[in-house]
């Protein structure tokens, strides 16, 4: 059994925690209380944006469908899945990885890495639970539910991040970059999973939401998923010079850029429209050769100069210097 108080701090202040009771911890300078629940120690901050609040809850609502609407399991995905947990099943022997926004934990169970320490952190408690009960990896873990904008752990102790999915449902993505600054010991890695570009909110989007109103889709079709979360409606994506903007902030090194999906974004988005009104057994997959096809076509696209920015999602990795 690892103590899970070897890994975290105060959200708040960073000190140490104390066991209270067996449900409660204590933080020994600013007095700070936190509850733990079914083992998961809640380390949110006292006054929790309501933003954040929704964000919460609307997961732990939906956690268990997450899976089967975002076709996780397809080539499609995993096949970009395996690119950055690469880079995190070669990690050192006795690393520490934290994953932000771990969510059911799909992600952190394909990991093969079982010298590290993995850090699963959530800001919905469901999502957390879910994780820990379908817990696959071999790796030691630690569960928590915490907030990306005040991570709790120390500076300077983290060997990598990972954050797949996530970043755009943070309210302030600039304070998780310097958290990440904070929190990576030199030379730690961030790694930043399948973020979504910025240009379908402005186009695309608009013209799917156009065309359901015309066609009066959710009139005669009953969804099963409850909506979208207030993240996902709120978020605008992001583009390569807000990466930029990010990075410079926070002062972390670009190491690595890789554009995601061009004809498939658009083959995705549909089908995840269409499967959200399917019951499972009839939900909608691509071939798998099929699939296999559309990638190669769409990395060709997104080889070329300018139309390459049109990439449906990124996947970064970013480095904190020596200095
Ligand atoms: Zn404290």
Not at 13 to 38: A, F, M, P, R
Not at 64 to 85: F, G, P
């Amino acid at each position: 059994m690892i103590n899970n108080l070897d890994f975290l701090v105060c959200p708040e202040c960073k000190s140490q925690l104390h066991k209270n009771t067996g449900t409660e911890l204590q933080c020994v300078k600013c007095s700070n209380k936190y509850e733990i629940k079914d083992d998961i120690p809640i380390l949110l901050p006292q006054n929790l944006e309501e933003f954040k609040v929704l964000e919460a809850a609307y997961h732990d609502q939906e956690a268990h469908q997450y899976a089967e609407i975002n076709m996780i399991d397809s080539y499609h995905v995993t096949h970009y899945i395996e690119k950055y947990l690469n880079i995190v099943n070669t990690l050192d022997k006795n690393s520490i990885l934290l994953e932000v926004g771990s969510a059911d934990g799909n992600d952190a169970n394909l990991i093969n890495n079982s010298g590290i320490t993995v850090i699963q952190s959530d800001i919905s408690f469901g999502m957390v639970k879910l994780a820990k009960d379908n817990k696959k990896i071999n790796s030691q873990t630690v569960y928590v539910v915490s907030d990306a904008e005040k991570i709790p752990c120390n500076d300077n102790s983290l060997d990598a991040i990972l954050i797949v999915a996530t970043l755009h449902h943070l309210p302030s993505p600039i304070n998780f970059f310097k958290e990440a600054r904070r929190t990576l010991r030199p030379g730690g890695l961030l790694i930043i999973g399948v973020e979504p570009n910025s240009w379908p909110y402005f186009s695309f989007y608009p013209f799917i939401r156009f065309v359901k109103k015309i066609i009066r889709l959710d009139k005669y079709l009953k969804s099963k998923h409850s909506g979208i979360s207030i993240g996902d409606s709120e978020t605008e994506g992001f583009s390569y010079s807000d990466f930029k903007l990010f990075l410079n902030e926070s002062n972390l090194k670009l190491v690595k850029i890789q554009r995601i999906w061009f004809l498939l974004g658009f083959i995705h988005t549909i089908l995840s429209i269409i499967n959200s009104k399917l019951p499972s057994h009839k939900v909608i997959k691509i071939p798998t050769f099929l699939q296999k096809i559309l990638i190669y076509i769409d990395e060709l696209i997104l080889s070329i100069p300018i139309i390459r920015n049109f990439c449906w999602h990124w996947t970064l990795v970013a480095k904190k210097n020596n200095n």
